[in-house]
């Protein structure tokens, strides 16, 4: 028996697991669509390989306006939080949620009000699962869940990136984020940028990328602003800024790519310890009909 082959194959398999993501079985997106059973959705073999077998049905857009919300709601702790989601976020394209727990209530409204609801669970609760959710009034033709460790409370944080059609055979990209809050230094919170990176720079076409960063340092927020500027991402910036703060600075961002501002406010409410954050694209129809929108092979 060749023993030396078989250490050294043993060390390399110590070394694979050992480097793999963190929690990459227990990694996954559940997926809620009204009237058919709950889904587990794991990272694709294939990152960035778009499903072409989905049936696509009805696009994200039914005309060049993009309406999001974004909103951490806190785990719907506090009351009115379906009031100020039925009230602002039924009238929009995409909600992406953090620390959405899938309460029944919860899932409710997104079924009743959106095609596809994707969450991934961060924090295990004994009910409902807490994480970032994302809803949508078109079906998703791509999904990869990311999940990160925080290294010093040792619970996770979750990212869900999603692709939707828009156009005909257009695709827009969507990156829902709640970054990793507690660290020394910089080296696992900019971790979690990496394959959101690899994504957006395969794709072509339009990104929005929001969420709760949790830039409460200096150093922090230089980070986030570094690789949005490297990704290419513009800022929506906010007239009467009210969005939650910690230690003076914002913690909710909205970034965006291929696309125009047209609104964009912020919704003072006791609903949740942040406000939840809405903005209006405009999208030059004009532009996708000339460009070729898909993710390139990885």
Not at 111 to 130: E, F, K, M, N, R
Request: charged share 15%.
């Amino acid at each position: 028996m060749n023993y030396t082959f078989i250490t050294k194959t043993l060390s390399h398999m110590q070394k694979y697991v050992k480097n793999r993501p963190y929690h990459a079985k227990k990694t996954y997106a559940v997926r809620y669509i009204a009237g058919q059973p709950v889904k587990r959705i794991f990272p694709p073999l294939n990152l960035g390989e778009v499903n072409h077998t989905v049936q696509l049905g009805n696009p994200l857009l039914s005309s060049h306006v993009l309406e999001v919300m974004v909103w951490n709601i806190f785990k719907q702790q506090r009351t009115n939080w379906l009031s100020v989601l039925e009230r602002f976020g039924k009238k929009t394209q995409l909600v992406l949620l953090q620390e959405a727990q899938t309460t029944p209530e919860l899932i409710s409204f997104a079924t009743s009000h959106y095609l596809a609801a994707d969450q991934v669970p961060a924090l295990i609760l004994p009910q409902h699962p807490s994480g970032v959710m994302t809803l949508s009034t078109a079906h998703p033709v791509y999904c990869c869940p990311l999940r990160e460790r925080e290294p010093l409370l040792r619970i996770a944080k979750s990212a869900l990136i999603t692709i939707y059609p828009v156009y005909q055979t257009m695709l827009i990209m969507v990156i829902n984020i709640h970054a990793i809050n507690f660290s020394f230094g910089l080296d696992v919170y900019s971790k979690q940028f990496r394959l959101i990176g690899d994504h957006i720079i395969k794709h072509n076409g339009p990104v929005i990328m929001a969420g709760d960063f949790n830039t409460w340092s200096r150093q922090r927020i230089l980070a986030l602003y570094r690789f949005t500027e490297r990704m290419m991402l513009g800022e929506v910036n906010f007239m009467n800024d009210q969005r939650k703060r910690v230690f003076g600075r914002p913690l909710d961002f909205i970034f965006y790519r291929d696309m125009n501002v047209a609104d964009a406010s912020v919704i003072v409410t006791q609903a949740s310890d942040h406000n939840p954050l809405l903005v209006t694209f405009n999208i030059n129809k004009a532009y996708f009909y000339n460009k070729t929108s898909c993710l390139n092979s990885l």
